[in-house]
């Protein structure tokens, strides 16, 4: 096997959770050329690297992975944003992709329910709301653009599929009532980067 482009890089970044997306070049470039031999290397150190459908990448989690409280807050964050795009009538993807947020404008301290549900995860105050947005860049779901300005960048997907995986069960005849005692947090899916 020739030596692979960037192999240190790619490595360093999707060991830490990181999505490879076109946003991340050239790494990006060179393992989506050369995804089958890039993949049987990692394999030897017994890591599975993933090719997502929408074509980007990153490496299957342990199951026992720690980051459980940060994954926790960035799938209530997310949950929050895709119920508000639903509520509102709005195409939920269009509007996750195609525009810029502003922090001080999101909608989650702005409803009671979606306070409540921050506050299970211990987010209180947009400095709260900051925190989860530098950690949807850390692992590549979104792009910080300034201070109070992000979007969101394709590996996203990997959370909107379970935000609305989890809206239809919870909208199914067969879900039913919620059981006694469960919060909104414990039916909240906790993606692993």
Same mark, same amino acid.
């Given at each position: 096997m020739t030596e692979l482009p960037h192999l240190r890089e790619v490595f360093d970044r999707l060991r830490?959770?990181?999505h490879l997306s076109?946003? !991340?070049e050239p790494m990006f470039s060179a393992v989506a050329a050369r995804h089958d031999e890039y993949a049987s290397w990692f394999r030897q150190l017994g890591i599975t690297l993933v090719r997502?459908?929408?074509?980007f990448?990153?490496?299957?989690? !342990?199951?026992g992975e720690g980051?459980?409280?940060t994954l926790s807050r960035i799938a209530v964050f997310s949950f929050i944003l895709v119920d508000h795009a639903a509520?509102?009538?709005?195409?939920?993807?269009?509007?996750?992709?195609?525009?810029h947020f502003l922090i001080s404008r999101l909608p989650h301290l702005?409803? !009671?329910?979606?306070?409540g549900l921050l506050r299970q995860v211990d987010v209180e105050e947009v400095s709260g709301l900051r925190q989860v947005v530098r950690n949807l860049e850390r692992f590549g779901f979104a792009k910080v653009l300034g201070e109070d300005e992000f979007q969101f960048l394709r590996p996203f997907h990997r959370l909107l599929d379970k935000c609305l995986e989890l809206a239809a069960q919870a909208s199914s005849p067969a879900a039913g009532a919620a059981k006694a005692g469960e919060t909104a947090a414990d039916r909240t899916p906790t993606p692993a980067p």
């Open positions: 830490r959770g990181h076109p946003e !991340d997502h459908p929408r074509d990448f990153y490496f299957e989690p !342990d199951a980051e459980r409280e509520n509102e009538g709005r195409p939920i993807e269009e509007y996750i992709f195609g525009q702005a409803l !009671d329910r979606y306070v």
